[in-house]
Structures are given as structure tokens and as C-alpha cells.
């Protein structure tokens, strides 16, 4: 049998199956195929109501990047005779370098708030989006871990803890007179723009991730609709893609921190760099100037 004959073989098996599967979905009652979307498992406690199975979800992803930590702190401060990093070590200084790296080229030097918020950021969003991919949806009814992040209460939070931060470090920069005089520029009839546009940075930031995450959450319930024999294919094939989806985003969220962090402190340090160096071209001057008028020595006669 030819490699051509394996290919067509499997071309036409694989049709067959996709047909058989469209036919029994097609018979299967309509009321179990509905996708119910934003469901949560809710308790009522002083009139607030709290979604308990986001609340299990960040509490096991925050855990999993603790244990994490601690892991890679042992790793790192164990002696051994070959000397030879572990592969979790070998992730975690990656991640880790990569960042200090985006924050020293946006910031300067590395700061020692924004980056560790930053790699924190990065690992408890790239954990809590891949709780989706492991498989504890026991039905429809019941998820015991869907992804934290597929809820806006928490993109909201990690968004509200990021530009609280922003804040805070652009006022420590530059006194609050300084960071509020560039919502007036560069002119001032752009301030309510600037303002608007340092409200509207929370929301798009909590809302790309919910967004994407939330769209694979729809994706994997939709695949859980086919038949369970060809349910596998496009199951493994999402999940894989999730996964780099999940990470991409967790890093997109990282890195916008990142960014806003220089964006709060831009211009700081400019007037004072420009002193320094007048101060020196000052000095330099009057350096010549007093050489200059030194006596020249008269030869003996």
C-alpha cells in the first residue's frame, strides 16, 4: 500500500466520521446542546454576591504560582556537584530575565516594585488561564475549575491593583503637581482626552483578557457538543492552541504593565540631567577660562 493509498484512506474515513457525527447531533434533543454563558455557582452574604467558583479558581492559581516560587527558590539555593539548573529554574529565570529586561529598557534600571508586580502578573494570569485546559467540567451543571480570568470581577481586580500601582509610582516621580500637569499637555485643552484615556487603560486592559479567555471557554463547550468520537481531535487541537493563547495574554498583560509604569514616570529626571550637564559645561568652562589666565612662565635670561 502506497503512502498515497494511507492518505486517501484516511481523507475518507475521517469524512465519514465528521458526516456520522453531524447526523447524530442533528437527532440529539435541542435542549441539552444549549451553552449556558456566564453562569456561576453564587452565594449571597450582606446583600454582595460572591461567585464561588471564580473565587476556588483564583485561590488554586495563586497557590500553584506560590508553590511555584518556592520550588524555584530551593532550586536555585540547592548545591549541587554538576551545577546544573533545573528545567523549572530554567523557566522561571526566562520569564524572569525577560521581564527585568522590558523593565530596564522602559524604565531605566530595573525597579524593584514593577518588576516583581510584573512577573507575579505573568505567572498567576498564565496559571489561571490554563486551569480551562485541564478537564474537571464533570457536565454542564457542574466546573470545579473553570479559568478565574474568564470572569470580568477578576480581570477587573488585576486591572484596578495595576493602574492603582501606575498611579502611585508616577506621583512618587514626579509630587502629584508634576504627574497631573500632563493631563494638560501638550496642550491644555486635550486634558478631558487625557483624562479619558487614563480611565478607559483599566478597562481595555481587563477586558482583552477576559475577552480572549472567555472566547475559549465558548470554543471548548462548543467542541464538548460533538459526538464523543470524534470530540477528541478538535478537543486536543484547541487546547494546545489555548495554551499558547493563554500564555500570549498573560505576557500581553505583563508587558502593557510594563509599559504604563514608563509612561507614568516619562520626563522624570530630564530637567535634572539637563542641570547636571550645564553644571558640568559651567564647570568646564571656568576650568579653561582659569587656566587660561595663569601667568606664562618668562624664560631666564
Known sequence: MTLRNVRNAALVLAVVF??????LTATEDHEKAEITIGEHVTRTVGGLTFNIDTIISTLVAGAVVVLLGFLAR????KNTEDHVPTKLQLVWEAVVGEVNKQVEDNLGKVHPYAAPLAISLFFFILIANWLEILPT??????????????DTNLTYALALVTIVSVWVYGIRQKSLKGYLRHFFEPFPVMFPLNVLEELIKPITLALRLFGNIFAGGIMLALITL???YIMWAPNVLWKGFDMAIGAIQAFIFALLTVLYFA?????????????????????????DEAASV????VPAS
Open 18 to 23: 465528521i458526516l456520522v457525527g453531524f447526523v
Open 137 to 150: 467540567e464533570l457536565n454542564h451543571d457542574v466546573h470545579l475549575l473553570p479559568a478565574p480570568t474568564a
Open 263 to 287: 509612561m507614568a514616570g516619562a520626563g522624570h529626571g530630564d530637567d535634572h540631567g539637563h542641570d547636571d550637564e550645564g553644571a558640568d559645561h559651567d564647570d568646564h568652562v571656568g576650568h
Open 74 to 77: 530551593r532550586a536555585l539555593t
Open 226 to 228: 460533538m459526538p464523543v
Open 294 to 297: 595663569e601667568p606664562t612662565p
